[in-house]
């Protein structure tokens, strides 16, 4: 809508670099990457190099739109002393009760108390 802003998008597979948490209690209600607005080189995230190298940096102007695929992790700067930005959430396949990360936090709760030897079986599945 008005000013410049700067979307640097990572693909899914990406999130083991991108220190998410918590992914519980966040003011988005979504997990985020605790790496991905810290300054470079932060020694508290050394693999986010890895997830840098994979980013995709997309500068917007006033007008354009960027589709942004379900599970793509983004950060967002703003280029411009104002900006307004408007964002749509739309779910294509929502076709009923559409809860994937529930049900991601209800499975880590059900494993959580597991032994570790369980636990780690149940890596492999996750």
Do not use: C
């Amino acid at each position: 809508m008005a000013g410049r802003r700067r979307f640097t998008l990572y693909p899914p597979d990406a999130i083991a670099d991108l220190y998410v948490g918590p992914i519980d209690h966040t003011l988005a209600g979504q997990p985020v990457s605790l790496a991905a607005s810290a300054p470079p080189e932060d020694a508290r995230y050394p693999a986010f190099a890895n997830a840098r190298g994979r980013a995709i940096p997309v500068d917007l102007e006033p007008g354009d739109a960027l589709y942004l695929p379900k599970l793509w992790w983004h950060s967002v700067e703003a280029t411009a002393p104002f900006n307004v930005l408007v964002n749509y959430w739309w779910d294509g396949f929502a076709s009923g009760p559409d809860a994937p990360h529930t049900a991601m936090l209800l499975a880590m709760i059900a494993i959580a108390e597991r032994p570790a030897p369980e636990r780690a079986a149940w890596r492999a599945f996750f």
